[in-house]
Each structure stands twice: as structure tokens, then as C-alpha cells.
């Protein structure tokens, strides 16, 4: 299946365009795509393993499976002041 990732943050610059349009196995989960990230892209891996995953304006957990054709956001953690 295809999904389509919107990134943030430091995220938006560090993630290569192509990482952007994912091809995953059917009844992929969330921890999937986020594992598969990590592998492809092990220098941000510490960034990856503490980023949520949203779709429709709602914050999924890693056990929830993602749909074909969706748009997900990929939200690092922001510090600020």
C-alpha cells in the first residue's frame, strides 16, 4: 500500500523528498512505518523513536493499522520557552 508522509520540524529538513512517498505491506501499523524509517534513515533514529504519528487531526499509537492512500503526519518532539 501507499501512503504519503507530511513531516515537521526539523523532521521537514532532515527526511529526503522520496522518504515522503512510503510503499508499506498491507495492514501495515504505525510501529511499522516508524521502524521502517528508522532503518532507512538510522541518523535520525533517536528523533524517529520519540515522534508521533497523526491522521485526521487525531494522534494514532503504534498498534493502529494505517490506510492506503492516507496522509500522515510525522510529529517530532519541540522544546521551547
Known amino acids: 500500500m501507499k501512503i504519503m508522509l507530511k513531516p515537521f520540524a526539523m523532521l521537514r529538513e532532515s527526511l529526503p523528498p522520496e522518504a515522503k512517498n512510503q510503499e508499506l505491506e498491507a495492514g501495515s501499523t504505525v510501529a511499522d512505518l516508524l521502524a521502517k524509517l528508522q532503518r532507512n534513515h538510522p541518523v535520525l533514529k533517536p528523533v ?34
Open 48 to 81: 524517529l523513536q520519540c515522534t508521533r504519528v497523526a491522521y485526521r487531526d487525531t494522534y494514532l499509537v503504534g498498534d493502529e493499522v494505517l490506510e492506503e492512500g492516507g496522509e500522515y503526519a510525522l510529529i517530532p518532539p519541540v522544546s521551547g520557552g
